[in-house]
């Protein structure tokens, strides 16, 4: 049997279990927190952020892209300037500068709250 056919069942077999678990884990704790007699007012309640969510999104998105790009440009220095093998720096740069774009969102983002 070829892997492709195998693969997809699973995937979406996961999927419908994650969701299947939220659903079902979700309604029995709202069945006990009615039974115990909690305010149903509790499960409709609205949160007001404080910045909406593309403040959030577009910096985290754009410092990432900037990471990844300044990775391809340091591997390219690292491979052909101190001859770097090529599988070794690209993979290694790209990553390890997407990451420190991303904290550094996550860092911008705490500071916005």
């Known amino acids: 049997m070829p892997t492709e056919i195998v693969i997809m069942p699973i995937f979406f077999?996961?999927?419908?279990?994650?969701?299947?678990?939220?659903?079902?884990?979700?309604?029995?704790e709202r069945l006990a927190?009615?039974?115990k007699?909690?305010?149903a007012s509790i499960f409709y309640s609205k949160s007001k952020r404080s910045h909406p969510i593309w403040k959030i999104i577009i910096p985290n998105l754009a410092l990432?892209?900037?990471?990844?790009?300044?990775?391809?440009?340091?591997?390219?220095?690292?491979?052909h300037v101190?001859?770097?093998v090529q599988d070794?720096?690209?993979?290694?740069?790209?990553f390890?500068?997407?990451g420190?774009?991303?904290?550094?969102?996550?860092?911008?983002?705490q500071n916005l709250n």
């Open 33 to 35: 927190l009615i039974e």
């Open 64 to 79: 990432l892209l900037m990471g990844i790009g300044l990775g391809v440009f340091i591997a390219g220095i690292l491979h």
């Open 82 to 84: 101190f001859g770097v």
């Open 13 to 28: 077999g996961v999927i419908f279990g994650i969701f299947y678990l939220f659903i079902s884990a979700r309604n029995k």
């Open 96 to 98: 390890f500068m997407a």
């Open 100 to 109: 420190i774009g991303l904290f550094t969102g996550f860092k911008m983002t």
């Open 88 to 94: 070794i720096a690209y993979p290694g740069t790209i």
């Open 37 to 39: 007699g909690a305010d």
